[in-house]
């Protein structure tokens, strides 16, 4: 039997960046609440920044493409914009460093 090995040094700093970087972005999000769809974003925003998404990046790609959607097709700021895009500069990194599945465009 096999036991789970504690993630390198450079996976811990990759989910702390990530975890950060989400919350950079639900706080503006909760900054700037009560336009149309702000509701909608920190629902998925949260359940893509748990600790679940986050150890298991392939179930965060699905909740980013969301995210991505809601804040294209609703009055999200362009900080809210821009922010997200940050997060998905730093996941491509991520993935590319960890050799994962890519995330489309």
């Known amino acids: 039997m096999s036991f789970e090995q504690?993630?390198?040094?450079?996976?811990?700093?990759?989910?702390?960046?990530l975890q950060g970087a989400?919350?950079?972005l639900r706080d503006q999000v909760v900054k700037e609440f009560g336009f149309e769809g702000s509701d909608r974003l920190?629902?998925?925003i949260d359940e893509a920044?748990?600790?679940?998404?986050?150890r298991a990046l392939n179930q965060m790609k699905p909740l980013i493409l969301v995210i991505?959607?809601?804040?294209?097709?609703?009055e999200a700021?362009?900080?809210?914009?821009e922010l997200f895009q940050m997060f998905?500069?730093?996941m491509r990194k991520h993935w590319k460093?960890?050799?994962r599945a890519k995330l489309s465009n």
Do not use: R
């Not at 991505?68 to 609703?74: C, E, G, L, S």
């Not at 700021?77 to 914009?81: F, G, P």
């Open 6 to 17: 504690e993630e390198t040094g450079y996976a811990k700093t990759a989910i702390s960046d």
């Open 22 to 24: 989400w919350m950079l």
């Open 42 to 44: 920190l629902f998925h």
């Open 49 to 54: 920044k748990s600790w679940e998404c986050v």
């Open 68 to 74: 991505d959607n809601i804040a294209k097709q609703t």
């Open 77 to 81: 700021s362009d900080e809210i914009v």
């Open 88 to 90: 998905v500069i730093i």
């Open 97 to 99: 460093l960890s050799g």
